[in-house]
Nanobody, 119 residues
């Protein structure tokens, strides 16, 4: 019932910054958690950062201190500010949402946006 659209990916040199955005639309009662995952070539998909509707955040160790996740509940958007980017941050980044529609709890994923960091 929820669709997610990511934007903001691109090519950047090491040490640079990018800001990813994700907009949720569709039919839902409540989005409890929004998050960013990433998958690099040949690697397992991993959780990068998550944020609850009340602003509780979590980061994977490799990005803590460099990435910042934020959320606008009124606009149903989530952002990921990425600073001090490293080549190992290169991956497809996916926006995810855990949401309720009526009494059902569901997850959905966006199509992903490519982030490439050159050295």
């Amino acid at each position: 019932q929820v669709q997610l659209v990511e934007s903001g990916g691109g090519l950047v040199q090491a040490g640079g910054s990018l800001r990813l955005s994700c907009v949720a639309s569709g039919r839902f009662t409540y989005i409890s958690v929004m998050a960013w995952h990433r998958q690099a070539p040949g690697k397992q998909r991993e959780l990068v950062a998550s944020i609850t509707s009340v602003g509780t955040v979590n980061y994977t160790d490799s990005v803590e201190g460099r990435f910042t996740i934020s959320r606008d509940n009124a606009k149903n958007t989530v952002e990921l500010q990425m600073d001090s980017l490293k080549p190992e941050d290169t991956a497809v980044y996916y926006c995810t949402a855990t949401y309720r529609f009526l009494l059902r709890l569901s997850d959905t994923w966006g199509r992903g946006t490519q982030v490439t960091v050159s050295s």
